[in-house]
Each structure stands twice: as structure tokens, then as C-alpha cells.
């Protein structure tokens, strides 16, 4: 059975830290890798993160490098998304996302869309 579901979202202050959970599980091995993925309404959906679950490589848009770190539990079939050094730009509502390898931030590469979890930073 195919699930993808998100979660950790919340409210937190600018300076803080949520860490975003992703539960994928049920999907062929050809789905190696797991992107994370932000939407504001009215926006483009804008790759953050991906990670391949094989190989651990991974990928960051420049505006999170060095304050969100993707990381991979296998045994679990979950990929999390550990966010500090919140900006209020990072408000969106956040989504995980299986794809085929390699590694990549765009969204038409992506097959499935979970329910998505909703970060909101207050400066």
C-alpha cells in the first residue's frame, strides 16, 4: 500500500527549529529518491531538498544551505527535513515527494504529492 505522509509542522519564532518527518513507504525500489518540496499559494512550487535513499546523496536549494539538513532512516521508510535558523521566508506549506534517481529539486519529476504540513515562521 502506497502512503506518503508529512509531518512536524507548526509555528515557531525566526531563529528556531522544526524538524519535518516524511513517512513514505509502499513504493517500488525505482523510487530511490525523496524530495521535500514548499508551496505558497499563488507561487511556483519550489523544490528545497532531496535525498537519494541508496546512495544518502542529497541536494539543497542555496536558500536553506547550511541551515536545513536532510537526512534518511531506511529501516523506517522515512526521510526528515531538520530546519533551524528559521527565516519568516520559509513560511509554506512543506511536501514530500517520490521520484526516480538522480537527485533533483524539480517538481515535474515528482510522481506523487502527499497532504503536505504547514510551517509558519513569525519574525
Known amino acids: 500500500q502506497v502512503q506518503l505522509v508529512e509531518s512536524g509542522g507548526g509555528l515557531v519564532q525566526a531563529g528556531g527549529s522544526l524538524r519535518l518527518s516524511c513517512d513514505a513507504s509502499?513504493?517500488?525500489?525505482?523510487?530511490?529518491?525523496i524530495g521535500w518540496f514548499r508551496h505558497i499559494p499563488g507561487t511556483e512550487r519550489e523544490g528545497v531538498s532531496c535525498i537519494s535513499r541508496s546512495d544518502g546523496s542529497t541536494v539543497y536549494v542555496d536558500s536553506v544551505k547550511g541551515r536545513f539538513t536532510i537526512s534518511r532512516d531506511n529501516a523506517k521508510n522515512t526521510v526528515y527535513l531538520q530546519m533551524n535558523s528559521l527565516k519568516p521566508e520559509d513560511t509554506a506549506r512543506y511536501y514530500c515527494?517520490?521520484?526516480?534517481?538522480?537527485?533533483?529539486?524539480?517538481?515535474?519529476?515528482?510522481?506523487?504529492w502527499g497532504q503536505g504540513t504547514q510551517v509558519t515562521v513569525s519574525s
Open positions: 515527494a517520490p521520484a526516480a534517481p538522480p537527485c533533483g529539486l524539480i517538481p515535474y519529476e515528482y510522481d506523487f
Open positions: 509502499g513504493f517500488s525500489l525505482d523510487y530511490d529518491v
